[in-house]
Nanobody
């Protein structure tokens, strides 16, 4: 069973970088597409980036393309989100998710608890 735990969130100044990690303690996530989504206060959860089960295909929301990079290390059952050029608008709780296929929405079967990212101006 997929069991996702995010880490790496924190407080960073605008223009800075953070790298989020999502570890699957169930060690089955290599069979699933993986994604990062986020939810800012008062807003709906939104898709940020996704990667296919093979790692050969990645998708990004327009607002992060060129700044964020998603990657996966199946040997370590971990998915990463490298975030550069952060702005206060990126402040949100970031969630890791897994599913049978990439979805630009929130249609994933498995979710982590989330990690807070706060970008100060």
């Amino acid at each position: 069973q997929v069991q996702l735990v995010e880490s790496g969130g924190g407080l960073v100044q605008a223009g800075g970088s953070l790298k989020l990690s999502c570890a699957d303690s169930g060690r089955t996530s290599k069979n699933y597409a993986m994604a990062w989504l986020r939810q800012a206060p008062g807003k709906e959860r939104e898709f940020v980036a996704g990667i296919s089960w093979s790692g050969s295909t990645t998708f990004y929301a327009n607002f992060v393309r060129g700044r964020f990079t998603i990657s996966r290390d199946d040997a370590e059952n971990t998915v990463f989100l490298q975030m550069n050029s952060l702005s206060p608008e990126d402040t949100a709780v970031y969630y890791c998710a897994a599913g049978d296929a990439l979805d630009y929405g929130v249609g994933y079967a498995y979710w982590g608890q989330g990690t807070q990212v706060t970008v100060s101006s």
